[in-house]
């Protein structure tokens, strides 16, 4: 009898266990997982996970991320340990039976209170019925409080300087800050010598010997006091255009960028600036209808104005295609003018940083009564030596749009101009002529150079002596839609690989230097041993093109963006601009990391 009831209750048991599983089927995942976040500290989010008995989660399948375009950054998650089970589905995995607690750390870069929308994807089964939920995936609204001070992330967060232990901040995330939320003055003054520091970079130089060109052609009684207003006219005009353009394209979600590369454009404007240099060597005068000349000297004659018109026209022009490089503090005053709507702060960052563009070319206006000769034999030869660097502008023009072999051999011409030009400068004195010549000769002897690297196979005209090295093709792999893009991010996460995502464009000067100057390295190749390699080329500025620029808040390249192994965007780790190979390794290999 005994024997008989103990089997008998193992029998009711069973039976208990069968109902109890049969009821639990009736589970719903959101009964079954219960889930939760909550700021508990300016730097700290918590998300709670409450497991029904009989079910368990999956620790790797927890994930944790925030929108894009937040000026926000999550750690690396605390989660304590959990069990180790070999589950049927995926092998050995560690998991939770009971409630567990994840924490992240945040990184910040505002003090304000805000709301932050936190997406935490999660996947678990039920225990005795052997059966899965597919992957869930839920936003909370996280009300963050406000914060004393900017948040550092612990000590193994992916997104920590090695070398300092604080968070890694691209510049033009820090500078974005500051118009959203930094004094006006200070924002104003730190994008002025931000556009300081752009003037001296291949980008903005080319308007230099414009300016000058200007002064030049007003002839030999210009004054110090005539020649800086003219640049100031150029400069206003350029930085006027700067802000009401960087508004009104921003707000409008175009690439202003993009819009003004298109081939034509720039075939156009480099042909308007060799029409330009040919009139300053004197083979023809541009003038204007003898009407609009009355009319515009009528208008003269009561504004005292002189030319000013044309070069603030002229200023605007060299705004929107002479300086093509997208940095950091456009791409700043562009995204919040476009993200948040503060297009005041936005026009006034874009101004200030255009006025500290234009310092140097207020510079040259300032001295010409020293840098530019005023007699009329040294004036015709100024003149003429300003008309060889607008070829020069136009070759630089050119060479986004054209082979490298052929632009190569396009800066023979102005160099070989400017070498004419000095012999034949008509100058009375022997120590100046003989000045003139030696500056004639060097640059006959960089023009023959150029020729004889041209039969060696160079490209790069800084080096024209040095064959362009055969380096081992770069593994890049062209996506064209955001479609595409997740998919192969969600192959390289499920191999534990990361992503490096590169918009490129035929045009962008900065996007062909880092494919020569930084993406060949061994150090950078060796940081990105285990990263996938993608690029996105938007040349074409087509509507997949413009899709994905607008999906990541792009306003043109170069801009690149890396994915951890986790599928999830390492947002504050975005390089916009030219970057050296050392510094890039450092950051891709912090940005490729768990």
Same mark, same amino acid.
């Given at each position: 009898m005994r024997i008989s009831s103990r089997i008998a209750l193992l029998l009711l048991s069973a039976g208990m266990l069968q109902v109890t599983a049969q009821a639990e089927e009736l589970l719903e995942p959101d009964q079954a997982f219960k889930v939760g976040a909550i700021a508990t500290a300016p730097d700290?989010?918590?998300?709670?996970?409450?497991?029904?008995?009989?079910?368990?989660?999956?620790?790797?399948?927890?994930?944790?991320?925030?929108?894009?375009?937040?000026?926000?950054?999550?750690?690396?998650?605390?989660?304590?340990?959990?069990?180790?089970?070999?589950?049927?589905?995926?092998?050995?995995?560690?998991?939770?039976?009971?409630?567990?607690?994840a924490r992240l750390p945040v990184s910040r870069g505002s003090l304000d209170a805000f709301t932050l929308p936190i997406t935490v994807k999660y996947q678990g089964c039920a225990e005795l019925l052997g059966v899965c939920f597919s992957p869930?995936?839920?936003?909370?609204? =996280?009300?963050?409080?406000? %914060?004393?001070?900017?948040? +550092?992330?612990? !000590?193994?967060? *992916? /997104?920590?300087?090695?070398a300092t232990g604080q968070p890694y901040v691209s510049k033009q995330d820090l500078l974005a800050n500051l118009i959203r939320d930094g004094n006006v003055l200070l924002m104003a003054g730190s994008f002025f010598l931000a556009g300081l520091l752009l003037a001296f970079t291949p980008c903005v130089l080319p308007m230099v010997p414009i300016v000058a060109g200007i002064i030049a052609g007003e002839g030999s009684n210009?004054?110090?006091?005539?020649?800086?207003?003219?640049?100031?006219?150029? =400069?206003?005009?350029?930085? %006027?255009?700067?802000?009401? +353009?960087?508004? !009104?394209?921003? *707000? /409008?979600?175009?690439?202003?960028?993009?819009?003004?590369?298109?081939?034509?454009?720039?075939?156009?404007?480099?042909?308007?600036?060799?029409a330009m240099a040919i009139s300053m060597f004197g083979f023809y005068t541009v003038q204007m209808p003898a009407f609009i000349q009355s009319r515009l000297a009528a208008m003269s004659n009561q504004q005292k104005a002189g030319s000013?018109?044309?070069?603030?026209?002229?200023?605007?022009?060299?705004?929107?295609?002479?300086?093509?490089?997208?940095?950091?503090?456009?791409?700043? %005053?562009?995204?919040?003018?476009?993200?948040?709507?503060?297009?005041?702060?936005?026009?006034?960052?874009?101004?200030?940083?255009?006025?500290?563009?234009g310092v140097p070319l207020l510079v040259v206006g300032a001295s010409a009564g020293q840098l530019l000769p005023r007699a009329g034999a040294w004036m015709d030869t100024v003149k003429q030596a300003f008309g060889a660097l607008m070829l020069a502008v136009a070759v630089w023009m050119l060479s986004r749009?054209?082979?490298?072999?052929?632009?190569?051999?396009?800066?023979?011409?102005?160099?070989?101009?400017?070498?004419?030009?000095?012999?034949?400068?008509?100058?009375r004195s022997s120590t100046g002529r003989l000045l003139m010549r030696g500056v004639g000769t060097l640059a006959g002897i960089c023009a023959l150079l150029l020729v004889i690297g041209?039969?060696?196979?160079?490209?790069?005209?800084?080096?024209?002596?040095?064959?362009?090295?055969?380096?081992?093709?770069?593994?890049?792999?062209?996506?064209?839609?955001?479609?595409?893009?997740?998919?192969?991010?969600?192959?390289?996460?499920?191999?534990?690989?990361?992503?490096?995502?590169?918009?490129?464009?035929?045009?962008?000067?900065?996007?062909?230097?880092?494919?020569?100057?930084?993406?060949?390295?061994?150090?950078?190749?060796?940081?990105?041993?285990?990263?996938?390699?993608?690029?996105?080329?938007?040349?074409?500025?087509?509507?997949?093109?413009?899709?994905?620029?607008?999906?990541?808040?792009?306003?043109?390249?170069?801009?690149?963006?890396?994915?951890?192994?986790?599928?999830?965007?390492r947002r504050n780790f975005r390089v916009v601009g030219f970057m050296k190979a050392g510094e890039f390794a450092s950051l891709a290999a912090r940005a490729s990391t768990r």
């Open positions: 700290r989010i918590e998300v709670i996970f409450e497991v029904h008995k009989g079910y368990y989660l999956y620790r790797d399948k927890m994930k944790f991320s925030v929108p894009e375009g937040q000026s926000v950054a999550l750690g690396t998650p605390d989660i304590p340990t959990g069990e180790i089970k070999n589950d049927e589905y995926f092998g050995k995995q560690e998991v939770y039976h009971r409630d567990v607690t869930i995936t839920k936003t909370f609204q =996280v009300e963050m409080p406000r %914060a004393s001070a900017v948040s +550092a992330l612990p !000590a193994g967060s *992916a /997104a920590v300087s090695a210009v004054t110090r006091a005539r020649a800086f207003s003219l640049s100031l006219a150029y =400069v206003l005009g350029m930085a %006027a255009t700067y802000t009401a +353009a960087g508004v !009104a394209f921003a *707000a /409008a979600g175009q690439q202003a960028q993009t819009l003004f590369q298109q081939p034509w454009i720039i075939i156009v404007f480099a042909a308007l600036f060799v000013y018109a044309g070069v603030v026209v002229m200023g605007a022009l060299s705004a929107l295609i002479v300086t093509t490089c997208v940095g950091p503090a456009l791409v700043a %005053a562009l995204s919040v003018i476009g993200q948040s709507g503060k297009m005041v702060r936005g026009g006034v960052a874009l101004f200030s940083m255009a006025m500290g563009m749009i054209i082979p490298e072999r052929i632009s190569f051999l396009l800066w023979i011409l102005p160099l070989a101009a400017l070498a004419i030009i000095f012999w034949r400068a008509g100058v041209a039969f060696k196979g160079a490209t790069d005209p800084l080096r024209p002596l040095q064959a362009s090295a055969a380096h081992e093709p770069l593994p890049f792999q062209r996506i064209k839609s955001l479609a595409e893009l997740n998919a192969q991010v969600a192959a390289a996460s499920a191999g534990g690989k990361s992503v490096m995502l590169d918009f490129y464009a035929d045009w962008c000067v900065s996007c062909k230097e880092m494919e020569k100057y930084t993406f060949p390295e061994a150090k950078v190749r060796a940081a990105l041993a285990t990263t996938v390699w993608l690029q996105a080329d938007v040349t074409a500025n087509d509507e997949a093109d413009q899709a994905l620029l607008k999906h990541f808040g792009i306003f043109g390249p170069p801009t690149i963006a890396f994915y951890g192994p986790d599928g999830t965007e």
